[in-house]
């Protein structure tokens, strides 16, 4: 997937031919050729010399034909594998893309950096490639919708060094771009992705065979309000960074001191992430996943979603997760223990009330290294200065063997030290849990746990209720506050402490479970 990623950076650099699509000789094509490379060297700045690229560009009667050679590939019969690119000059500017494709099969080697718990070095790569259809109009003037559709079928990636080795197929991996431009001059870039019968079989030296498979994944990823000059202020800072670095920074024994140079180009990357964008989201769904770990047993998962984002209309951010999870099981666990994995999960927390003036600030500042606590206190402060920062937990939901346990709830975080909060717990069948509780030795350790928030819990109708609030350090639950549990202190106008319910008695044999 990298050859087509390296292929499409190079998209958004190409602006409108002068020359009419019937007429693409040596002359154009040698034009555009140079207008590519001088586009590249503007948009990363003078700090990065760029070497002699090795695309060609030729004019065949209404398009173009852009091939690259792919460093260090080599093709079945040992020649070198090159990528092509057709481009069509289209009305208004715009260019439609008719074909970026690489060949069917081949292979190369990757040179991995070392880390701290696995060895580097080479790693050889071979993939072939059943099927692959990529195409799309692109306008370099943003003044019309821009989309490019990119289909592999039947891919199948091998790696392999002196300390692993993997093969992935692919039955299908598909991708839809689309870049919109919006009434205010930014852009709105959506991502659908979809990816059909994933398998992976893995092995590391000495170690155990690990087989992963997937039914489908499905993934949809948003950002909206690009700015194109932010964009454009970042890539320029980042490539002046690479170039302000010192040659020596990344190897062994260098200072992680940045230079000043290197640190003028980090402050211009983060002041140009300010008003970059007004929102971004990314959710993934996966079905029907499958792990199998030779000689110890696998899992599986019917549905488990994955997404995050964030946004800023008004100035505030709010950010936002959600995680769920459909019939986790193991046919490898003893099926008592198997009965008590959570069925369902669904969880999403948020988090919001910040200025993000505020926060751009506090990351600036944080670039400074004489940056103390001087300057980054005042900053942390402003965070809350604007009615708090509130977390939240807008869905909490959770099966658990015969109990189902649901929650909201949220804190207002008023200062480091400082906070209120409410959240209110409500669940089903925890009696019958607690009951199987005591007579199931794998849940036993659960049992003191289970026993204490049956005690705190108020019944009702067929649910128990636990009503939180917190107010600083001070948390009660349904109105009893849990520092005079275990004899922390007299109760209210000098009671006792108050004392949780005795647990309800074992249920005799036979009898049906209540919810």
Known sequence: MQLFR??????????????????????????????????????????????????KVTGEHDHYLITWPISGATGPDGGPLVSTTRLRPLDGGRWGIDQVSVPPSGSFTLDLPDKADVAGGPM?????????????????????????????????????NASQRQEQRFDRYLVDTSLKPTQNGRLDLTIDAAVDGWKSASQTSGGTPVAIGIQALRATGRIDGVNRERVSALVTAAGSLVGALP???????????????????????????????????????????????????????????????????????????????????????????????????????????????????????????????????????????????????????????????????HVKVLSPGAWRGEARLTATGLDDLTTEARTHPELQQALPVLIMLRGLARPEGQRLVWDVVSDGPKITVNGLDLSQLGGGGPGPKGRPPARPPAPPPAKPPGQPPSR
Request: net charge negative; hydrophobic share 40%.
């Open 6 to 55: 390296r292929v499409a950076l190079c998209l958004p650099l190409l602006a409108p031919a002068a020359a009419h699509a019937e007429d693409l000789g040596p002359a154009q094509a040698e034009a555009f050729q140079k207008q590519l490379k001088d586009s590249l060297a503007s948009l990363l700045g003078p700090s990065i010399k760029l070497p002699d690229l090795p695309w």
């Open 124 to 160: 050889d790569v071979t993939f072939s490639i059943g099927k692959q259809d990529t195409h799309g109009v692109f306008d370099p003037a943003f003044a019309t919708p821009s989309n490019l559709h990119t289909e592999v079928g039947d891919l199948v990636v091998t790696t392999k």
């Open 247 to 409: 040659p020596d920074f990344t190897g062994k024994g260098a200072s992680s001191k940045l230079p000043e140079p290197a640190k003028a180009q980090v402050r211009l990357m983060v002041a140009a992430l300010q008003d970059m964008l007004t929102g971004v989201s990314l959710e993934e769904t996966l079905d029907g996943l499958q792990v199998e770990i030779a000689g110890i047993g696998g899992l599986s998962i019917k549905r488990f979603k994955l997404g995050f984002g964030g946004e800023s209309l008004d100035g505030r951010l709010k950010a936002w997760l959600d995680l769920g999870l459909d019939e986790l099981a193991s046919p490898s666990l003893p099926p008592k223990m198997a009965a008590y994995l959570p069925h369902r999960i669904a969880l999403r927390p948020t988090l919001s009330g910040i200025q993000m003036a505020d926060l751009h600030k506090l990351v600036l500042d944080a670039t400074d290294d004489d940056a103390g606590n001087d300057r980054l206190g005042p900053d942390i402060d402003a965070i809350f200065a604007h009615g708090g920062v509130d977390i939240g937990v807008e869905t909490l939901s959770l099966d658990l063997g015969p109990a189902r346990i649901d929650g909201t709830g």
